[in-house]
């Protein structure tokens, strides 16, 4: 229903402005009917105005209509600003401004307009469930909230060779909701300084088979700087999530999106000088996201030799990284889930399938840092994550899951790995950040299931104060025939090896305890420990071993040119079948104590009748068994049968001699029993 026509008030042939002005003068609630209304000289409308479908408000250039009360309108076209006029609204003139009022045959035009008026209103842009075509680049200014229906709005360019929007000087407080897109190059281009962008609940799809497209794109110009960059709820394909290689940005927090077959970077927010933290974020969030896949929907051509990473970033202050699904990257170069150089690591409850990577010295969780980092500031902790390598092959499998570079305060706790083919952690220290060695690293409670490369952990090079504690290694083998560092393929719960000479800090202080491994391939040792010819003017010293069990094992530790290490202490040490408590020349200063190298064996054994005082015997192959002296045996039974006596000994090289007595007085006929026996080796 029609409020008061404006055709009412006034006097035919008067200015039009003037009738509208009276029309203010007489009531509060006002229609336009079809028609056009030429405007000649400024006007503020603060009553509540109807504009008919077919009416449409022509001012004149140098004049403006100002909507300072309520505009009520459909969508349609009630403006026109062919006579370079404008119009105006205060904050509550509308609930949405609808870009169709200023143009409902140009898209470009309307956007851009509805956009406009949108920054000097503060009124968001209702764009409706209705899709739009672009020409060129909508330019949004700050203050800007768009936003489509409850079905999204559908965003296209013609060429689809530009990004659909892109930030002005002045984009603060921008806002983009429910739009959708689908083989764009990209959907937002950060052109200018900001603050607080916020882009929710969209739908972008990339061009197909382009490794360049970007959902965010932040230009690195000379003086540009940006705060709260928030990415969240959006759903996402054949793109990089946020790219601002260079941009200082305060906070960016990328959380709750889902991304299938993204490019190359899903996110990398660095500073220019990835070792200076005074150029990066001040914090970085990646919460909650499901990433399926990195690099699979594109060509072997396009691909090339690119990466695929999750996360590349720094931060001032802090990183988090938690309760993410990461699945399936995809390389023929780097493959990553996070790097970074500077920043406090968060890395929680997060799951991780197969990731692919053929560059030397790659990792899937990996510290950047270098020799100008300063990484004592900083404290890290990685807990209860899971990740399955079972589906990568050795020939792209990344070097390590884990790899700590030049990190202090290093803390990884309760994670799962099933199935890798290369070190669950590592601490390898590179030339090029000799000025600051790892230090302070604890490595506990992991979970490792099908391990397939001869080493769990591996610390290379020099750092300090490395622990490894409360391992259970459900199976480690050697399928490949890999090597580790150092160039040996036998089995090793932690390969120490250090090749370093000259004035370099020592690799020392390693504790290796309370690590259990269930079942191992032949030539298990808890640690191989190994310091090249070539190291001289360094130490590897002060390694402990203690209270680590294995019912498979050759020896509690093999040492290679061990007699120039420092001290090396093993107690409490329990691995069977072992023989010897070490291999090799252990160092000059060795503490061994309490370790009980073992072997066992069991045996059904289903004895026949045993008349009264009388004995059945048998024996039990015990590889090992009585070549000392000193060798200890255990034997026992999972019953005893009633009236019998039960006793075993060791009666030959390789045997023991099992005995069942008839302590009754009458034949006893046995049921079926085990027997288990082992044999320790103090």
């Not at 509208?20 to 409308?45: H, K, M």
């Not at 290379?460 to 480690?476: A, D, E, L």
């Not at 509690?556 to 202490?569: M, S």
Request: aromatic share 8%.
């Amino acid at each position: 229903m029609c409020y008061d026509p404006v055709t009412n008030y006034g006097n035919p042939g008067d200015p039009w402005a003037t009738r509208f002005a009276a029309a203010e003068a007489a009531t509060d609630n006002i229609c336009v009917p079809a028609g056009t209304y030429d405007i000649g000289t400024s006007l503020t409308l603060t009553k509540n105005w109807q504009i008919g479908d077919g009416a449409r408000l022509r001012p004149a250039s140098g004049a403006t209509v100002t909507f300072a009360g309520t505009l009520d309108a459909a969508r349609y076209r009630i403006f026109d600003l062919s006579a370079q006029g404008a119009v105006t609204f205060g904050a509550g003139a509308a609930e949405g401004l609808l870009p169709q009022w200023w143009n409902d045959a140009d898209d470009t035009q309307a956007l851009q307009a509805a956009v406009n008026a949108a920054a000097a209103s503060g009124i968001p842009v209702d764009l409706g469930s209705l899709s739009y075509t672009v020409t060129k680049t909508v330019e949004i200014p700050g203050n800007v909230q768009l936003s489509g229906g409850e079905a999204g709005a559908t965003i296209a360019t013609t060429a689809h060779t530009h990004y659909l929007f892109k930030t002005i000087a002045g984009a603060n407080r921008v806002g983009i909701r429910r739009l959708r897109a689908a083989g764009e190059l990209g959907l937002l281009q950060v052109g200018a300084s900001f603050d607080a962008i916020d882009i929710t609940e969209c739908d972008f799809t990339g061009v197909a088979n382009v490794i360049t497209n970007f959902f965010v794109y932040c230009l690195a110009n000379a003086g540009f700087t940006g705060t709260s960059l928030r990415v969240s709820g959006n759903q996402l394909r054949q793109c990089t999530a946020i790219y601002a290689d260079g941009l200082p940005v305060t906070d960016v927090f990328f959380d709750d999106n889902v991304v299938t077959d993204g490019t190359r970077f899903l996110v990398r927010v660095r500073s220019t000088v990835d070792a200076l933290p005074g150029n990066g974020p001040t914090r970085v969030s990646f919460c909650r996201n499901r990433v399926m896949g990195i690099n699979t929907g594109l060509s072997e051509s396009v691909l090339g030799m690119n990466v695929a990473r999750v996360l590349q970033t720094s931060a001032v202050k802090s990183i988090t990284m938690t309760d993410n699904h990461i699945e399936r990257l995809v390389t023929n170069d780097t493959g990553t889930v996070v790097y970074w150089p500077f920043g406090a690591l968060e890395f929680g409850r997060n799951t991780v399938v197969h990731v692919e990577s053929l560059t030397t010295g790659d990792r899937i969780v990996s510290d950047k840092s270098g020799p100008y980092t300063d990484t004592a500031s900083y404290a890290h902790r990685c807990y209860d994550n899971t990740f399955d390598q079972r589906t990568v092959t050795l020939e792209k499998s990344p070097s390590a899951v884990y790899h700590v570079n030049a990190l202090q305060n290093f803390v990884s706790e309760g994670d799962v790995f099933i199935g890798c083919r290369c070190p669950t952690h590592r601490v390898w220290h590179s030339v090029d950040s000799d000025t600051q060695r790892p230090e302070n690293i604890t490595f506990k409670d992991a979970t490792v299931l099908d391990h397939r490369y001869p080493a769990v952990v591996e610390l290379v090079q020099f750092q300090k104060n490395v622990v490894v504690k409360g391992f259970t290694v459900h199976r480690i083998s050697n399928p490949d025939g890999a090597t580790v560092v150092g160039g040996d393929a036998r089995l090793r719960l932690v390969n120490i090896y250090n090749s370093f000479s000259g004035e370099v800090p020592d690799l020392e202080d390693v504790v290796i305890r309370d690590n259990t491994v269930v079942e191992a391939d032949s030539g298990f040792t808890f640690a191989s420990i190994y310091r090249h010819l070539n190291a001289t003017g360094t130490e590897l010293r002060n390694v402990v071993l203690h209270g680590n069990y294995s019912r498979d094992g050759q020896a509690v530790c093999r040492f290679i040119a061990g007699g120039a290490l420092g001290p090396v202490t093993l107690t409490q040490n329990m691995l069977a079948p072992a023989r010897e408590l070490y291999e090799g020349t252990p160092p000059s200063v060795t503490t061994v104590a309490h370790n009980t190298p073992s072997v066992s064996a069991r045996l059904a054994w289903n004895p026949t009748t045993i008349a009264v005082g009388g004995s059945a015997t048998t024996t039990l192959a015990v590889p090992g068994a009585g070549a000392r002296s000193s060798d200890l045996l255990r034997a026992s039974v999972s019953a005893l049968p009633a009236g019998t006596q039960f006793s075993a000994a060791i009666t030959a090289p390789n045997t023991v001699t099992l005995t069942l007595t008839n302590i009754s007085g009458a034949p006893v006929d046995p049921p079926s029993f085990t027997v288990y026996a082992a044999v320790t080796f103090p």
